[in-house]
């Protein structure tokens, strides 16, 4: 009898700790694909990125980093597709980097665009080669 109790027992032990075991958990480690269309335009005192959000149904947020500055990362919610940089040193070519990142944190590699950041625009107008010169960004994906 007290075989039975104990083979019983073990049995539902067995039993409740297989039903836990049963659920498999899926770890998502994909990242979200990257932005499409960046885009960074010089102006008068700033250089305004714009891009179009991934549709990774977990995408969340970018990750804007950028050099030759040393400066924390900058993240923009979904959504919201544009930011505009401030404070960069004049006639210094600045090259700026978004990630997507999803939920989990996972990031995309990400995409570049390397843009020359200008003085006062109105200084260039007299020579115009000189001002397209400053004016130009290179988007690179």
């Known amino acids: 009898m007290i075989k039975r109790i104990l ?3 073990l049995f539902a032990i067995l039993i409740i700790f297989n ?3 049963d659920k498999e958990e899926t770890i998502d480690l994909l990242p979200p694909t990257e932005v499409k269309n960046l885009t960074a335009t010089p102006d008068d005192q700033v250089i ?3 891009w ?3 549709e ?3 995408f969340e947020n970018v990750e804007i980093s950028y050099t030759p500055e040393p400066a924390e990362l900058i993240y923009v919610n979904k959504g919201i597709e544009e930011y505009i940089v401030e404070g960069l040193t004049v006639g210094t070519e600045h090259t700026f980097t978004i990630k997507a990142i999803d939920e989990n944190g996972n990031k ?3 995409v ?6 200008t003085a006062s625009v109105s200084k260039f107008k007299s020579n115009f080669r000189h001002f397209k010169l ?3 960004c290179l988007n690179i994906t």
């Open 134 to 136: 400053f004016k130009a």
């Open 48 to 50: 305004t990125l714009k």
């Open 7 to 9: 083979f019983y027992s």
């Open 52 to 54: 179009t959000d991934p």
């Open 19 to 21: 039903a836990g075991c």
């Open 56 to 58: 990774d149904a977990d």
């Open 112 to 117: 570049t665009a390397v843009c020359l950041k």
């Open 108 to 110: 995309s590699s990400g």
